[in-house]
């Protein structure tokens, strides 16, 4: 899932934690070089496009579960 995101404030804790000279694995998309990470995983980014749905989702679970026990 390509994510672009200008997350200064994430990037600056990356470089303030990587000074210059430091030896580190940059992961890289043999594809597309310019597509680059140091670190990868979920981001907050990511964390915060899930949760807002969680709760739309588990209303209407909610909806079709009291529909069906209304029936009886």
Same mark, same amino acid.
């Given at each position: 899932?390509?994510?672009?995101?200008?997350?200064?404030? %994430?990037?600056?804790?990356?470089?303030? $934690?990587?000074?210059?000279g430091?030896?580190?694995?940059?992961?890289?998309?043999? %594809?597309?070089?310019?597509d680059?990470?140091?670190?990868?995983?979920?981001? $907050?980014?990511?964390?915060?496009?899930?949760?807002?749905?969680?709760?739309?989702?588990?209303?209407?679970v909610?909806m079709?579960?009291?529909?069906? $026990?209304?029936?009886?």
């Open positions: 899932m390509p994510e672009r995101t200008s997350g200064l404030v %994430d990037k600056a804790a990356i470089v303030a $934690r990587l000074p210059a430091t030896k580190t694995v940059c992961f890289v998309n043999p %594809d597309d070089p310019l680059a990470v140091i670190e990868r995983g979920p981001t $907050r980014e990511l964390l915060f496009g899930l949760v807002i749905p969680l709760p739309i989702t588990l209303l209407g909610y079709l579960v009291w529909s069906f $026990r209304k029936r009886e």
